[in-house]
């Protein structure tokens, strides 16, 4: 009798402190969510770059501008966002892209400093955003300087978060492709546990010299150069920098193709997460902790998920005005077409049709 009453005890116990183990687990306090470390936002203005960066003290930079018709959509979404002021504006060359839309954004918010590339160009986009940058005022209702940012130039916008950056350097390259993309601002923001290089319109040229000079690349982000275009990347250049994910900036249907398949391609043989602009609207990337988050503003369409070579019916050679069925065999240079979705709008554009792929029409 005594046994079993012994017995009964020890089962008792043994139950409690069985039972004691799930509320203690379910006692212990939450350990509090990582804070957000860095935020970027890869603002869907159609063809061309504008990315807003924002640090963890609240300081910002704008990185491009889109093109000149984007300009008032961009001083809406970033007034959406809260923004009230700018700490750095940068426009990492002076193709009208970048900087058109830079020219509302700077008569529309206060700007603490603005970063060029330093590499002058004649245009009146060009001529409208230098007038803007002089007309731009501080919070303190000052004009903001005007620095040409140059290989270098390092600052530290937050406690360990540095911004470098990495291009251009003097003397500015000329006789390439493009002389203002390959002399584009190439900047690389660390903060320690992920990096992102933002690489403008960056071609074959800057690469060369980026590599040469023995420049770090290394990213977990990469803003895709030249919009995905066939000269912004080649596979040296996805080996130095390792990217996980990548962020293409182009408009959707844009003339020019973009991004390539030669591009789409080598970011898939690498691994990397591929989002764009033109599929799923404003890419936010966030650093929480040390994860990297990827929320895109909508998700691609059935329509849209097909690949640009299978959207695109019809591709012209400027040069000599003829147009070409997607898998003719002797389609013009990547660098040298333009797309068209009918063969009546090619037609209309003044294009007459190759014989070869498209017979007599
Ligand atoms: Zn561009
Ligand atoms: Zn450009």
Same mark, same amino acid.
């Given at each position: 009798m005594r046994a079993r009453r012994l017995l009964f005890w020890l089962l008792t116990l043994v139950l409690f402190f069985a039972?004691?183990?799930?509320?203690?687990? +379910?006692?212990?306090?939450p350990q509090p969510a990582p804070a957000e470390t860095l935020q970027v936002v890869f603002f869907d203005i159609g063809q061309g770059d504008s990315a807003l960066v924002r640090f963890p003290n609240g300081k910002t930079m704008l990185i491009d501008g889109g093109p000149t018709s984007a300009g008032a959509r961009l001083v809406a979404k970033l007034r959406q966002r809260g923004?009230? #002021?700018? &700490?750095?504006?940068?426009?990492? $060359? @002076? $193709?009208?892209? $970048? %900087?058109?839309?830079?020219?509302?954004?700077?008569?529309?918010? @206060?700007? *603490? *400093? %603005?970063? &060029?590339?330093?590499?002058? !160009? *004649?245009? @009146?986009? !060009?001529? &409208? !955003?230098?007038?803007?940058? #002089?007309?731009? =005022?501080?919070?303190?209702g000052k004009r903001p300087p005007f620095r040409v940012a140059l290989k270098g130039t390092k600052i530290q916008p937050a406690p360990d978060i540095t911004v470098e950056v990495l291009a251009p350097s003097k003397p500015y390259l000329t006789g390439t492709s493009s002389d203002p993309n390959n002399n584009s601002i190439v900047l690389r923001i660390d903060t320690g546990s992920a990096r992102f290089l933002f690489t403008g319109d960056m071609e074959e040229a800057l690469r060369r010299r980026l590599?040469?000079?023995?420049?770090?690349?290394r990213a977990e982000v990469l803003k895709v150069a030249h919009h995905g275009s066939h000269d912004g990347t080649d596979v040296p250049l996805l080996r130095r920098v390792r990217p996980q994910i990548a962020v293409i900036s182009c408009g959707q249907g844009n003339v020019y193709g973009h991004p390539h398949k030669e591009t789409l391609q080598a970011l898939q043989a690498f691994g990397v997460?591929? !989002? #764009? +602009? &033109?599929?799923?609207?404003? %890419?936010?990337? #966030?650093?929480?902790? =040390? +994860?990297?988050?990827?929320? @895109?503003e909508r998700s691609p369409s059935a329509q849209e998920q097909r690949s640009p070579r299978e959207r695109t019916r019809f591709i012209g050679n400027p040069r000599s005005k003829v147009y070409h069925a997607p898998d003719c065999a002797r389609l013009p240079q990547p660098s040298n077409r333009v797309y068209f979705p009918t063969r009546e709008a090619a037609e209309r554009a003044g294009y007459r049709p190759h014989k070869e792929c498209l017979g007599d029409y």
């Open positions: 039972g004691c183990q799930t509320p203690q687990r +379910t006692i212990r306090q923004i009230q #002021r700018l &700490d750095w504006v940068v426009g990492t $060359h @002076p $193709h009208s892209d $970048h %900087i058109g839309g830079l020219i509302a954004v700077l008569k529309a918010f @206060p700007v *603490e *400093e %603005i970063w &060029d590339s330093g590499f002058v !160009y *004649e245009s @009146p986009v !060009y001529r &409208d !955003y230098l007038l803007a940058a #002089r007309g731009a =005022k501080n919070q303190a590599y040469q000079q023995g420049a770090n690349l997460r591929v !989002y #764009r +602009t &033109d599929l799923q609207g404003d %890419i936010t990337v #966030r650093l929480v902790g =040390k +994860t990297l988050q990827v929320l @895109p």
